[in-house]
């Protein structure tokens, strides 16, 4: 029962009512993928710019790195956005960490009192402790933005023990109605700046909450070359920016205490 009092139904008419015209929400009970789902859209024509679909339930849910991301139904935020983009390809991996800016930010709107971080390039921390992850994919003309929040897991449903919830972390907030609705919405903003003008005004913004930074980390890269550096900063591309001045374009990173 205290399960259910934090897992309450997603309302699809009254998301779609306060987040159009801009954005076209969906909700669905089960899913394999949203994040499928809204590919097979646009290879059959049927997207349109501004889609969003939200799934209380996916069967086969993927992270970064193809990495499985399954959580019990409605105790996770699950959803995929589509959105065209005008900027030229090669500044298109940037909206990811648009996208964790946004989270946080949002997050942080809804609940003062924890301390909402971004692990570069894009999972969102509380406590060194993953709360929320998401992974895009470039598709024809646009991204596919796809989204994990934890929000009402009890310490026994939660993926890894490095991870972590809203509800266990005592938010003011697990509504995942006003949640979703906050993240768009901060996401709305920035994406329309960013498409227009790029990512220099988002730097410092991003290295404000990126825990990443001057301090340090160890760096796997694709190929699992592995070392210890110190990051300083990102670049306009998304690079995370060492001490020797090279960039990392794409890694997993453990902080180091």
Known sequence: MGNELHRAALR???LQAELSPYWRVSVVDITGSTQSDLAESIRMNSAKDGDVLIANYQSAGKGRLDREFIAAPSSALLFSLYK???RPREEWNFLALLTALSITEALRDLDHT???KVKWPNDVLVKEKKIAGLLCQAV???VIVGIGLNVSMQFEELPVESATSL???NS???DRNIIVKNILQNFQGKYALWNLHGSSQFISDYEKVCSSLNRQIQITTPNLESKQAMATGVTQL??????DGSHVNSADIVHLR
Request: aromatic fraction near 4%; glycine fraction near 8%; charged fraction near 40%.
């Open 114 to 116: 924890n301390d909402f």
């Open 238 to 243: 998304g690079e995370l920016i060492l001490e």
């Open 140 to 142: 024809e003309d646009g």
């Open 167 to 169: 509800l266990l972390e």
């Open 84 to 86: 065209k983009v005008a």
């Open 12 to 14: 699809e008419s009254e």
């Open 172 to 174: 003011a907030e697990l």
